[in-house]
């Protein structure tokens, strides 16, 4: 049996979601490196003078001290890091949305969230310090389909296996690329769609082929349509024009 002290556990964790519960209290959505994903309880986090409460805010990095009990609860909450500026540009907060969907959709629960609890701290400061929050939101679906495992090799054709040099299309039901001249049955991803994936840089211009590319790759590993997704596919062929 745990003893009282063993039951408390000290975590740095990103706040992605909360929701009103009873009266007074909170539900809070939190990914941590050491603990994964989870929803803890604020209890009385809504009352006037709450003092969980400012700690507690979505897209902000806080330290919490959470009871392990039969339901984990949050009885102490400091913010490390309330990413203000990232609230205060309507774009920032839908590719902030995006990044914490996609957290809460693929983090593990457990030990092995350090990658997905990092790259999800690094696109909230990015978009924090004002970057292209397309081009943020997108970097972040990529790399995170890397870490979570799902990552494709973008540099070689999958039915004929040779290089593949200028265009491809990419067949995310299956999880590779192919040359056209093999297949044709999937999304046609230009080359410097194509060099984004790989981990290249890119700039505005590619961002509504690139966001077709990572959507397709990510809806065919999750149950259900990302609910933020229309939100950034408008963000993007909005300002396609753009370098």
Do not use: N
């Not at 593990?108 to 997905?116: F, K, L, S, V």
């Not at 081009?135 to 039915?159: E, N, P, T």
Request: charged share 25%; hydrophobic share 45%; aromatic share 6%.
């Amino acid at each position: 049996m745990k003893s009282d002290e063993e039951r408390y556990l000290d975590r740095e964790a990103l706040i992605l979601r909360t929701r009103d519960e009873k009266e007074a209290d909170r539900l809070v959505w939190i990914v941590t490196a050491e603990s994964g994903k989870s929803v803890v309880l604020a209890r009385g986090a809504r009352k006037p003078r709450a003092r969980l409460a400012g700690a507690l805010q979505p897209f902000a990095l806080s330290r919490l001290v959470i009871y392990t009990g039969h339901w984990p609860t949050v009885t102490a909450a400091q913010t490390i890091l309330s990413w203000r500026h990232l609230r205060e540009d309507y774009e920032r907060m839908q590719a902030a949305a995006f990044v914490a969907e996609l957290l809460l959709a693929a983090a593990p629960e457990g030990d092995e969230a350090g990658r997905a609890f990092g790259l999800g701290k690094a696109a909230l400061s990015s978009l924090d310090a004002g970057d292209d929050p397309r081009l943020v939101a997108m970097a972040f679906g990529r790399d995170l389909l890397v870490a979570s495992g799902w990552g494709i090799d973008f540099g070689s054709c999958g039915v004929c296996g040779r290089e593949v040099t200028g265009d491809a299309y990419l067949r995310a039901h299956i999880g590779d690329v192919t040359h056209g001249a093999c297949s044709r049955a999937g999304l046609s991803l230009p080359r410097a769609t194509r060099g984004f994936l790989a981990g290249e840089v890119a700039d505005g211009g590619e961002a509504p082929s690139v966001f077709e590319a990572i959507l397709a790759l990510w809806q065919g590993h999750l149950e259900a349509p990302l609910r933020t997704a229309p939100g950034l596919r408008s963000a993007c062929y909005q300002r396609r024009g753009e370098a």
